[in-house]
Structure formats: C-alpha cells, structure tokens
C-alpha cells in the first residue's frame, strides 16, 4: 500500500521562507518521477515542480522558477519542497504526488497522492 505524508504547513510572511516534506511508504522515490501540485482558492490545481527519478531531470512552474527547489532524499525515502521569497500569491494547499506510468506529459500519471499541507502566505 502506497502512503505519501506530508509535512510542512504553516503560515509565513511575504519574503519568508518554508520547507515541505513528503514521507513515501510502499513506493520508491527513487524509482519513479515525483512531484509537487498546489490548489489556491478559486483556481484550477496546477504542477508546481517534478523530479525525475534518478533526480537528473527537474522542471518548475514558471510563477516559481528561481524561488523554489524540489529534491529528494533516497536513503530517506522523502520529497522535499523548499520555498523562498514567498508571495501571497503562493497560498495554497500543497500536494505531493507520486508518478505510477509514463506518459507523453511530465505533468500526467501520478495515481498516488498526499493529503495535502496547507501553505499561507501574508
């Protein structure tokens, strides 16, 4: 049975910093693509960063790209969000998602996913 925690929440503000954490059991991060997804109030839940498994190949939403870094920890098992220069705009709940088939999209199969972590920035 495939589990993903996460960790993390909290309230920060604006130019503040925060650490996500995604704990795997049942499943590899090793073995397959990871990622992190968020869903702000009033908007459609988008892809925030991926890692591919190896951690070779990493990609970020552009409303990130030089804020946030995605990593992950193998002897650990564990995701990792780190999030810097927070704006308001990044208030989300946050989702870790694991990746169960390849497809065209590096955006597409994930079939396991966390319960998500509330993030607020102000």
């Known amino acids: 049975d495939v589990q993903l925690v996460e960790s993390g929440r909290g309230s920060v503000q604006a130019g503040g910093s925060l650490r996500l954490s995604c704990a795997v059991s049942g499943y590899s991060v090793a073995s397959n693509r990871m990622a992190w997804f968020r869903q702000a109030p009033g908007k459609e839940r988008e892809g925030v960063a991926t890692i591919s498994a190896n951690g070779g190949s990493i990609s970020y939403v552009d409303s990130v790209k030089g804020r946030f870094i995605i990593s992950q920890d193998n002897a650990k098992n564990t995701l990792y969000l780190e999030m810097n220069s927070l704006k308001p705009e990044d208030t989300a709940m946050y989702y870790c998602?694991?990746?169960?088939?390849?497809?065209?999209?590096?955006?597409?199969?994930?079939?396991?996913w966390g319960q998500g972590t509330q993030v607020t920035v102000s």
């Open positions: 998602a694991a990746r169960a088939w390849v497809t065209g999209s590096i955006w597409s199969g994930y079939a396991y």
